[in-house]
């Protein structure tokens, strides 16, 4: 019971601008995903790995500094580095580390998180027929899938973007040579392209998958599906090639595949160095299956194809979110 | 005065379904009835002018804005209330009415304020802080009206307002609509097949069927008196009555409910009812015009007997 009904009062205040319009839809959307318990872990956990990556970054720089002193020491305490030119261009080494950072943490982290907020985005307001509300405000389809959209951008930046970000930030901040950011002032502009890369067809096929069906737990179950069945016909299929560049052309049978393609010509990688991090890092667990993850050399690496895959799969995903946004007012 | 909406020549097809058959139309402000039988276009036309759906055919203006290009001007202005069973999952109710506020524009803390005061003037109680999700089907009801009005619109659209209403909240919500129309001078277009509802708030009445216009005048207009039938309701026997009106030579009958219906074209007759009635040994419990029944005109309406407009 309220405490002063004052019945119906006209309001006359002043409204707010139509290009924020979509922010309304998007703040939901993260206020609601941010109640999902298992999106709060896996945020919390998708930081982690950044603070293995920021001590190899540590490391490194403390090797390079004091390279005649401490080298034996730190050799025996991180085996892998034995194989590390400490000599090498420090712009491919940190290049190096952030790809492996984007490559198989955080795309890992970001198919699981991505699972948990996006399905029920478009599929929730389809099971309860809420579109006929949206649409019944000043509000355009397209401002409706971009608030949707900045729900999914929101966080899969929370843990791809920013602990890239702050990882070169921690990185450069505990260099002992201030010149390191000279030689890796382009870093930052990489990660965000290769967040781009990352954040736009994973958005829109998870987008996509919501819309078509009114159940969440369908989409979820599609969503999980193309990645697992991309990279399981990929492992498959290349399981006994002969040579990392004859598995790269399959590597379009899988949307990771494609994406780490694109990741690594925009970190602008030399492949023996890239190979060698990535074979000494812990996550080779998961590129050695099947020879997942070998890299083969820069001229070799065919990029438009996979970008051209990567745009095409991202339009039709748009094609089939707008259609299902407006077939509900088409009845 | 303007008109609030004016179509000319609307057609909508679905495939090879019309919805809507060159419907032209011009409302005025104030409250308009909406009626038709089921798959008639009522629901069809209420998407049109909200701008939902594309026409095949034909031109319209909402509010002085043009259907299709004005879509957002139109939204703006019009609270619209949609038939479906429709809400959005995992907000409150007050939270649902407040996110509408702000996609209609109001600042958020200004949307809060103003989703409390709609849910008081709406009824909704401490419910407001529950799922929508959990809420029966009158609050969603409730809840789908609140959100209609909280931007303040000079227009209203509600399609089956009533809808799985129990009597009392049908009453209090038909009640609300007139408190809208009559004192903050809100014109309403109201879509519904329940009649009373009409009869109860509406000044004007619109009678679709089979995606084309058959009726538009004013409610007073349709239910005119059937001149020159009066209604007679009695204590006792009312055939005995009937019988001695008949004597006078006038054309009378018996309806079903007891009453009688007399023709009497010359208004001094009908005064002679008392002594008639005294002489039959019945008392009269009224003595009033026969209207036309807005049941009688709609129906009449569906089947195209009567009454066409277009």
């Given at each position: 019971m309220s405490i002063h009904d004052l019945g119906y009062r006209s309001w006359q205040g002043r409204l707010v601008p139509q290009v924020g319009r979509f922010w309304v839809i998007a703040q939901t959307g993260i206020r609601l995903a941010w109640r999902n318990a298992w999106v709060r872990w896996l945020l919390f956990l998708s930081w982690l790995p950044s603070v293995y990556i920021a001590g190899l970054l540590l490391v490194y720089e403390q090797i390079l500094e004091q390279i005649k002193t401490r080298a034996p020491f730190l050799h025996t305490a991180v085996p892998w580095l034995e194989g590390v030119p400490l000599s090498a261009d420090r712009h491919q080494v940190w290049a190096c580390l952030l790809y492996i950072f984007f490559r198989y943490p955080q795309l890992i982290v970001v198919l699981l998180v991505v699972g948990q907020v996006a399905p029920p985005l478009v599929a929730r307001d389809v099971r309860t027929k809420a579109f006929l509300l949206y649409f019944s405000r000043p509000l355009a389809r397209f401002e409706y899938v971009l608030g949707k959209m900045v729900v999914v951008w929101t966080y899969v930046l929370l843990i791809s973007a920013v602990p890239a970000l702050v990882l070169y930030a921690v990185g450069v901040l505990l260099s002992p040579d201030w010149r390191i950011v000279y030689s890796t002032w382009d870093l930052p502009l990489r990660i965000m392209a290769s967040s781009a890369v990352l954040i736009v067809p994973v958005t829109t096929v998870a987008l996509a998958f919501s819309s078509l069906t009114s159940e969440t737990r369908y989409a979820t179950f599609a969503w999980y599906a193309f990645w697992a069945v991309g990279w399981a016909t990929y492992l498959t299929v290349t399981a006994n090639l002969p040579s990392s560049a004859s598995a790269e052309h399959w590597s379009l049978v899988s949307m990771s595949h494609t994406l780490a393609t694109i990741e690594y010509w925009i970190f602008g990688l030399k492949h023996e160095l890239a190979n060698l991090f990535s074979a000494a890092s812990p996550f080779a667990v998961v590129r050695n299956v099947g020879r997942a993850g070998i890299l083969p050399p820069p001229d070799q690496v065919h990029v438009w194809p996979a970008v051209a895959q990567v745009t095409g799969i991202t339009l039709v995903s748009l094609a089939v979110l707008f259609r299902r946004v407006s077939s509900p007012m088409r009845i | 005065m303007d008109a609030l909406v004016s179509l000319d020549r609307i057609t909508k097809d679905y495939g090879r379904l019309r919805a809507l058959d060159e419907v032209s139309l011009s409302l005025a402000p104030g409250v308009t009835g909406l009626l038709g039988p089921n798959g008639a276009g009522k629901s069809t036309l209420i998407k049109v002018l909200m701008g939902l759906v594309r026409v095949t055919s034909g031109t319209g203006q909402v509010l002085g804005h043009p259907l299709g290009r004005g879509f957002r001007a139109i939204r703006a202005q019009v609270g619209y209330l949609p038939e479906d069973d429709c809400y959005l999952a995992g907000l409150t109710g007050v939270e649902i009415v407040r996110f509408m506020a702000r996609l209609s524009g109001l600042p958020s803390i200004e949307a809060l304020r103003r989703a409390h005061e709609i849910l008081d003037f709406c009824g909704a109680e401490e419910e407001r802080y529950r799922s929508a999700e959990t809420y029966s089907s009158g609050m969603r009801q409730k809840l789908k009206f609140a959100q209609a009005i909280v931007h303040d619109p000079p227009l209203l659209i509600l399609d089956e307002p009533t809808a799985g209403l129990d009597p009392e909240e049908r009453e209090a919500l038909l009640g609300r609509v007139r408190i809208l129309a009559e004192k903050l001078g809100k014109s309403v277009l109201l879509s519904t097949h329940i009649l009373p509802d009409v009869q109860a708030i509406c000044d004007t009445v619109v009678i679709l069927a089979k995606g084309r216009v058959r009726v538009v005048d004013r409610l007073e207009t349709l239910c005119?008196?059937?001149?020159p039938f009066w209604h007679i309701r009695v204590y006792g026997e009312a055939d005995r009555l009937a019988s001695r009106i008949h004597r006078e030579g006038l054309e009378v009958r018996v309806d079903p409910d007891g009453s009688l219906a007399v023709a009497a074209p010359d208004g001094a007759v009908i005064q002679r009812v008392w002594e008639w009635a005294r002489e039959a040994d019945v008392g009269v419990r009224a003595l009033v015009p026969a209207r036309n029944s807005l049941e009688q005109i709609f129906l009449e309406a569906v089947r195209g007997a009567s009454h066409v407009d277009s």
């Open positions: - | 005119r008196p059937a001149s």
